[in-house]
């Protein structure tokens, strides 16, 4: 009963899934359009709505790209504000059939690997990824020398899986504890599950251009993975570790969030290939 109420937990979010979904594409009207919509893939009906896995547009700054319809968040389309979701599952990094995503299982919903994807043109693509791991607090703040949260002061590890991971200095740790507590007042106080794992991948020029954050796994997994399937762990107090995943595209501008449990993150490098393919398959211009 335990380890069910620990998953239930999660379904909100997994429920969450379809609140942004935005109302039906109008119909394709012209010759070419319809002899389209001869070829595709009808799913399930809901709410007077078809799925299928027609291409829709969807715009990134000046990219445009045609991505069948079931590879969106919502299989449906780009969100109301523009925003741009794309969703695949492991272990074969492909789209749910088309109407799948909105009655999805527990189980998918741990196999989903999502892509947010945004184009930058505010700030520099490289400092867009920067502000992620560097602690954008006014310098001559007490947070601003807490090492948890700047990669210049944490210990880069040997390099596993393709990525560096930086550990938190346990005596960093301590020194800002101490500082934080004589100018404060009070001490410093960690929330439990607070702490990140950080890991990193450069380009050939040594620039950083994936930035990945994982909870913690000093705390076991709550999840274990068999073969090609996402099993519960045996201890019902485990938790189910995410992983949170930055990589920008600087030849194009564009930056993309992964998220997804992270007994996966051994992939990490096929999720990035995977929506660097996609964008390939299916850019227009």
């Given at each position: 009963m335990r380890k069910r109420a620990r998953w239930l937990l999660l379904l909100p979010a997994c429920l969450a899934a379809g609140a942004c979904a935005q109302s039906a594409p109008t119909a394709p009207e012209d010759e070419e359009a319809q002899t389209m919509s001869d070829t595709v893939t009808r799913g399930r009906t809901m709410d007077g709505y078809t799925y299928t896995d027609a291409p829709v547009d969807a715009r990134l700054g000046p990219h445009?790209?045609?991505?069948?319809?079931?590879?969106?968040?919502?299989?449906?389309?780009?969100?109301?504000?523009?925003?741009?979701?794309?969703?695949?599952?492991?272990?074969?990094?492909?789209?749910?059939?088309?109407?799948?995503?909105s009655r999805q299982t527990m189980d998918a919903f741990m196999k989903a690997v999502d892509y947010a994807l945004d184009y930058v043109d505010r700030v520099p693509i490289r400092e867009s990824l920067r502000r992620g791991y560097m602690n954008g607090l006014p310098r001559d703040s007490i947070e601003y020398r807490d090492p948890e949260n700047r990669l210049d002061l944490r210990v880069a590890q040997p390099e596993a899986m393709g990525l560096v991971r930086y550990d938190l200095d346990p005596d960093a740790a301590a020194a800002y504890a101490q500082a934080y507590e004589a100018e404060r007042g009070q001490p410093y106080a960690t929330i439990p599950g607070w702490r990140k794992d950080w890991y990193v991948a450069r380009d050939a020029e040594g620039e950083?251009?994936?930035?990945?954050?994982?909870?913690?796994?000093?705390?076991?997994?709550?999840?274990?993975?068999?073969?090609?399937?996402?099993?519960?762990?045996?201890?019902?107090?485990?938790?189910?570790?995410?992983?949170?995943?930055?990589?920008?595209?600087?030849?194009?501008?564009?930056?993309?969030?992964?998220?997804?449990?992270?007994v996966v993150l051994p992939d990490w490098k096929r999720f990035e290939d995977r929506i660097k393919q996609i964008l390939r398959d299916y850019r227009v211009r």
């Open positions: 445009l790209f045609r991505f069948p319809a079931n590879y969106y968040y919502d299989q449906m389309g780009p969100f109301f504000d523009g925003s741009l979701g794309l969703r695949v599952q492991w272990p074969d990094l492909a789209p749910m059939p088309p109407g799948e995503t950083i251009v994936t930035f990945i954050e994982c909870d913690t796994d000093e705390i076991t997994d709550g999840l274990i993975v068999d073969g090609s399937e996402l099993r519960p762990s045996p201890n019902p107090k485990d938790r189910v570790a995410q992983c949170r995943h930055r990589l920008i595209l600087p030849e194009d501008d564009i930056s993309v969030r992964i998220t997804y449990v992270r």
